[in-house]
């Protein structure tokens, strides 16, 4: 079945910068869009960023645009996060999630909603 | 961007039924599916609706979800509830390419 198998967390002081992964594995990872979300200590979930299926799209929560930059490296089955000018109010848990759309053969559809969820990786940002 | 405004908490018995609303503060709820999501404690989030109403295979029919128009809200309802229910809930849309969470509900099965 799906697996996304997150990595890259951990402490780290404000200002610093700290760069997740996320390897996904049975599924054609280049049919679907990718997304990151996360979830404060105790808190809800909170979409974080989303890249399209060729990597040639991204799209930011407010909170995060201008700091955190999501990639992908199809070759590799893998989407990234670069997080950078990390603050306190970024620490939490980071999902990696797929889109259920998904497509093929040049026709590409996006759900707009999760169908596959990693077990996460926790950042902590603290001095 | 518009909001998703959920009930922090709700409880209800074993066997009997619960809803979960979710209001959304502007446009129409009709305008852009409407997702529910279970996470148990210390688990990810897994799918129980999709598309307003659609169940994912291996979601028992206990669970359904529908839209009003006349609250601008979204609803989950569990019936025949189990222990096993007992768990957070979210409700998620979308605005644009932006995804929109639910604060999420807990929902207590005493």
């Known amino acids: ?127 | 961007n518009f909001m998703l405004t959920q009930p922090h908490s709700v409880s209800e018995s074993p066997g009997k039924t619960v809803t979960i609303s979710c209001t959304r503060s502007s446009g129409s709820i009709g305008s852009n599916y409407v997702q529910w999501y279970q996470q148990r404690p210390g688990s990810s989030p897994t799918t129980v609706i999709y598309e307003d109403n659609q169940r994912p295979s291996g979601v028992p029919d206990r669970f359904s979800g529908s839209i009003d128009s006349s609250s601008n809200s979204a609803s989950l309802t569990i019936s025949g509830l189990r222990t096993e229910d007992e768990a957070d809930y979210y409700c998620q849309s979308y605005d644009g390419s932006t995804l929109v969470f639910g604060g999420g509900t807990q929902l207590t099965v005493l």
Do not use: H
Request: proline share 2%.
């Open chain 1, 1 to 127: 079945q799906v697996q996304l198998v997150e990595s890259g967390g951990g402490a780290v002081q404000p200002g610093r910068s700290l760069r997740l992964s996320c390897a996904a594995s049975a599924f054609t990872f280049n049919y679907y869009v990718m997304y990151w979300v996360r979830q404060a200590p105790g808190k809800g979930l909170e979409w974080v960023s989303a890249i399209s299926y060729d990597g040639t799209s991204e799209y930011y929560a407010d909170s995060v645009k201008g700091r955190f930059t999501i990639s992908r490296d199809n070759g590799k089955n893998a989407v990234y996060l670069q997080m950078n000018s990390l603050r306190p109010e970024d620490t939490a848990l980071y999902y990696c999630a797929r889109d259920a759309g998904g497509g093929g053969s040049g026709n590409y559809f996006w759900a707009k909603w999760i169908d596959s969820w990693g077990q996460g990786t926790l950042v902590t940002v603290s001095s």
